[in-house]
């Protein structure tokens, strides 16, 4: 899908559908938000994994937020499936999708009084990037299954997760990996057996929830591969030197960071990424994976709930 024409429609469409204009270098593309509950003293912005995945798999939160009277909302940024995909590979930039971010809240007239940004796996990126630039605007924040350097999340995956591995399907999915071959049926068979049940989401493929394999299904790897490269055991791409681990400190907001004993990510470092941070706070799903907001959901919840609304409630919201 290339960029679509709304100039002869409104960008408030129903079930609290908004399509956000959005301005890029390229021009003008819009992105799709949708609003769920009415809260004036929290609202939540999500943003998903990727990148160049969806919104889809978050809606996990549906079972959760609205019975808390938590106001949030479900975003596919530029390139995701819901939103404008234009084949632009110079908009496939993290300082640009920050800027996105911010447009963003602007058009959801978000502030300091009430706006809490959460971020999982890549928009874990995203959200430290966006808090670095633009946190006088945060009541809160929420890095979700995401480490603050690919550096060191390279280093884990080669020193941790893959000698867990069989090593002959480890040995196949590079040989695949090193062709080029992604579209072969065994690549994605491989990933699923040895490492997405254990590591991604912990539960037999055959049971994974509809809305995560529909987002799986709507991946644009037009976004994916440049900036989080192909292989699906490490990043490259453009986040191959990204590291914010020191940056850190300098992130005064209270912030959340979420780790899971399975996960793709260390989650020894997420937690000493909320340890570093002068009003961090550590959430650990012992039975979780990079999915734990699925396969250690009782918990997660909980615990993200549970800082949102006492963080509201510290600012006097």
């Keep these: 899908m290339s960029y679509l024409d709304y100039s002869d429609r409104s960008d408030r469409l129903s079930g609290g559908v908004r399509l956000i204009p959005i301005q890029t270098p390229a021009g003008t593309f819009r992105v799709w938000t949708k609003r769920t509950g009415n809260n004036p003293r929290i609202k939540v912005l999500l943003l998903h994994g990727g990148p160049g995945v969806t919104h889809e798999y978050l809606e996990a939160f549906d079972s959760y937020f609205p019975a808390a009277g938590i106001e949030y ?34 058009a959801l007239e978000l502030d300091r009084s009430n ?17 670095l630039k633009y946190q006088q605007h945060l009541q809160g924040l929420i890095i ?21 591995m069989d090593q002959q ?49 709507h991946l644009n790897p037009k976004i994916y591969i440049p900036m989080q490269g192909p292989s699906e055991l490490g990043a490259a791409g453009k986040l191959l030197h990204w590291d914010r681990f020191a940056d ?33 706070r550590y959430l650990d799903c ?17 615990g993200l709930i549970r800082f949102i609304n006492e963080t509201a409630a510290g600012a006097g919201g």
Excluded at 74 to 101: K, N, T
Excluded at 115 to 131: D, N, T, V
Excluded at 256 to 263: C, S
């Design 144 to 164: 979700s299954n995401m480490m603050a350097s690919i550096p060191a999340y390279n280093a884990y995956a080669q020193s941790e997760l893959m000698p867990q």
């Design 286 to 302: 012992p039975n979780g994976s990079h999915l734990a907001l699925y396969d250690d959901q009782a918990i997660y919840f909980e």
């Design 73 to 106: 909302y479900f975003y596919d940024q530029l390139g995701s499936h819901y939103s404008d995909q234009p084949d632009l590979p110079e908009l496939c930039d993290l300082a640009r999708f920050v800027e996105e971010v911010e447009q963003v809240r602007v």
């Design 115 to 131: 706006f809490f940004l959460y971020g999982q796996s890549w928009g874990g990126i995203l959200a430290i990037e966006y808090a």
């Design 248 to 280: 850190l400190q300098s992130i005064e907001v209270p912030t959340l960071t979420i780790g899971a004993r399975y996960d793709t990510m260390d989650p020894a470092h997420v937690r000493r990424m909320a340890e570093s941070m002068p009003r961090g």
């Design 169 to 217: 399907a480890l040995a196949e999915i590079k040989a695949l990996e090193a062709a080029q071959d992604y579209e072969n049926p065994r690549f994605m068979e491989l990933l699923v057996a040895h490492h997405y049940v254990h590591h991604v989401l912990r539960m037999p493929a055959e049971d994974w929830p509809e809305p995560v394999n529909r987002a799986f299904k």
